[in-house]
């Protein structure tokens, strides 16, 4: 369990021993910092057909069936509905059909996860085809 210090402040690993996943029920922060450098990538290709990636994701409205979330117990039934209503997103499926690469299972399930902030390049490229 990871405890803030004084200040408030906490960290999960550093540059070295990092974590690379988390569960988290919810999580709040002030920003989030992606690696991006240029020297730490290689096969780098324009995204192509965005307008049309974008055109064929559907965004929806849901709430969370706690019974099947990962790590629900009869114990913490309770603490786990409490956050289950009126989120907006993707189907992990449907963005599977356009855009796979963002599409991995949860590690030890049959449940399939989103990584949402690399849809950010593609609205980016979709804009501009727009604007062209």
């Known amino acids: 369990m990871m405890r803030p210090?004084?200040?408030n402040f906490g960290k999960l690993g550093n540059a070295t021993n990092r974590f690379f996943e988390g569960h988290f029920n919810s999580l709040f922060v002030g920003g989030i910092q992606i690696t991006s450098d240029a020297k730490t990538k290689t096969n780098v290709v324009?995204?192509?057909?965005?307008s049309d990636k974008i055109a064929a994701l559907r965004g929806v409205s849901y709430d969370y069936i706690p019974e099947a979330l990962p790590g629900y117990t009869?114990?913490?039934?309770e603490r786990m509905a409490a956050n289950?209503?009126?989120h907006l997103g993707f189907i992990a499926q449907e963005v599977e059909r356009v855009l796979p690469e963002l599409v991995k299972?949860?590690?030890?399930?049959d449940?399939?996860?989103?990584?949402?902030?690399?849809?950010i390049p593609v609205l980016v490229e979709a804009f501009k085809e727009?604007?062209?």
């Not at 324009?46 to 965005?50: V, Y």
């Not at 449940?111 to 902030?117: A, C, Q």
């Open 5 to 7: 210090t004084a200040n």
């Open 46 to 50: 324009k995204i192509d057909s965005a």
């Open 74 to 77: 009869p114990e913490n039934a």
């Open 84 to 86: 289950t209503q009126n």
């Open 105 to 109: 299972p949860l590690d030890g399930t």
């Open 111 to 119: 449940i399939k996860t989103v990584n949402y902030t690399e849809i």
């Open 130 to 132: 727009e604007k062209a």
